[in-house]
């Protein structure tokens, strides 16, 4: 393997798409970044800069959001093959230092390098968003964006790793759930709707459910080495309850959500993104070998993907 497809696999391409589902639905919810066109065709130069800004911020939030999904990847290789948990019994697909195609400096080196870039993109992205003017909201983001750089590097890595003592769900239910699509919603519209919390718990507890299933099919090498996942803790059974339990959280949001804005959402397709939940549920129900679960982390990471695209679109149609 060469250096640049170790960094690449490393990068973990298959965990972006479920990275940036808030950030689409907080941008859908938020203003229609993509339409430049009026419905009466009557665009103005303000109207036109408006959007422009409107497209800045929604890939800026892309951009920062991929930034900070790489920069945990990177710290997650880097944390378990330090810590002797990427190792022969693992499941899942080899990592760079567990393989020695990437050194520790140069991981390192790595984590460093894209957490400024991060922070960089971040800061952009706050300017863009509040300018000058609203000093406030330009802090506060500022220390969200290091709070979310901080927990990205901090999920294995370092003695208090929160990754080994079962904190790892709570802490992807705040970032993918809450703070992406709240979060970018405000950075559109600078207020809070309290309905906007809905579909931020559908995207969190399917983004929580990942991560669970990841621990589920880890469940035997990570309690070997002493990762305490809440799997670990939990156990097989209670974690398979606890996995149902996110997924029909997710699901009951979205529907009450569609009950109190069923006046404007009247295109309903994404519901479809409920069967292959369905099938998961049914499928992790009838599998006793957690080790056969890793071909189903595709399939939740992308029909989350999925559900934030289809009922973005429902918004803005």
Known sequence: ???????????????????????????????DSLRYVH????????????????????????????????????????GDGVKGTDNEDRVGPERALQSGAISKKEMF??????????????????YVSFGKENFGYS??????GLAAIIAAIKYTMGSSAYGYRGLGDVFV???????SVVGCYFLFTQKIDLLIFLPAIAIGTLSAAVLNLNNMRD?????????????????????????FALLIIAMISVLIYIVFTYQKTTNLVFLITFIPLFKHI?????????????????????????????????QIL
């Not at 497809?5 to 391409?13: D, E, H, N, P, Q």
């Not at 036109?48 to 990847?73: G, H, K, M, P, V």
């Not at 049914?282 to 009922?311: I, Q």
């Open 1 to 31: 393997m060469t250096k640049f497809k170790a960094w690449i696999s490393a990068a973990r391409l298959r965990t972006l798409p479920l990275s940036i589902s808030g950030i689409i639905i907080g941008s859908a919810l938020g203003q």
């Open 39 to 78: 419905e009466n065709f009557e665009t103005s130069i303000i109207d036109i800069t408006e959007r422009f800004y409107e497209t800045l911020i929604f890939w800026l939030a892309i951009a920062t959001t991929l930034c900070l999904q790489i920069l945990s990847n990177f710290a997650n290789d880097y």
């Open 109 to 126: 080196t790595g984590i460093v390098i894209t957490a400024l870039i991060a922070l960089g993109v971040a800061v952009s992205l706050i």
């Open 139 to 144: 802090l506060f983001y500022f220390v969200l």
């Open 173 to 179: 239910f705040i970032f993918f759930g809450l703070v």
């Open 219 to 243: 469940y035997l090498s990570d309690k070997k080495v002493g990762k305490n996942t809440l799997v670990v803790k939990l156990g097989m059974n209670k974690a398979r309850t606890y996995h």
């Open 282 to 314: 049914k499928k992790v129900k009838n599998t006793s070998d957690s080790r056969l679960l890793d071909p189903e982390l595709k399939k939740v990471a992308l029909t989350t993907f999925l559900l934030a695209l289809t009922f973005s679109l429902s």
